[in-house]
Structure formats: structure tokens, C-alpha cells
């Protein structure tokens, strides 16, 4: 289950455990916004906000998140629940 707590955590359960995942990077100077969070074991999570479209999408991964932060406008992102 997600639960947002002001922008700097996200509670997530994976696999058996429940992770926390800490604000890490943001881009919100144009559309879409992004939004990214960390784990300490690597786990990533960034949020794609698209303002004209009124739409959240998500891409979720593990290591190489400074790659994918930087590649975050070419990642393919979907609905939350078809994350896992």
C-alpha cells in the first residue's frame, strides 16, 4: 500500500518487507513534473506528473537510479497498480 506523507516519504510494500523510500530529485519547471524516490537498498521510484493531461504515471526499478533520473523524460511510465 502507498501512502504519501508531505512529499518526503513513501511507505511501499515489497515482496515481504515494507520499504521506505526518501524524496531524492524533483524537476517541476515544466510539463510534465517529475518526482523520484529512494530506498536505501537501491530501489527507485519516480512519478511523472503531466499537468495538460491531468495524468500520474510511474516507473519503478532497482540500481542505476542516477541513469534513470537523468533518462527520466525517455522511461516508459504506467498506472501505479501495473507496477508490480
Known sequence: ???IQDRKY??????DR?????ATDYDDDSNPKYYSYVSEDEL????????TTK??????????????WTNRASLSYDY???LF
Open 1 to 3: 500500500m502507498l501512502i
Open 10 to 15: 513513501r511507505y511501499h510494500n515489497y515482496g
Open 18 to 22: 515494507e520499504i521506505v523510500l526518501l
Open 44 to 51: 527507485w521510484l519516480i512519478e511523472k506528473h503531466d499537468t
Open 55 to 68: 495524468q500520474v504515471r510511474y516507473i519503478f526499478g532497482k540500481g542505476s537510479y542516477e541513469t534513470n
Open 80 to 82: 501505479y497498480y501495473n
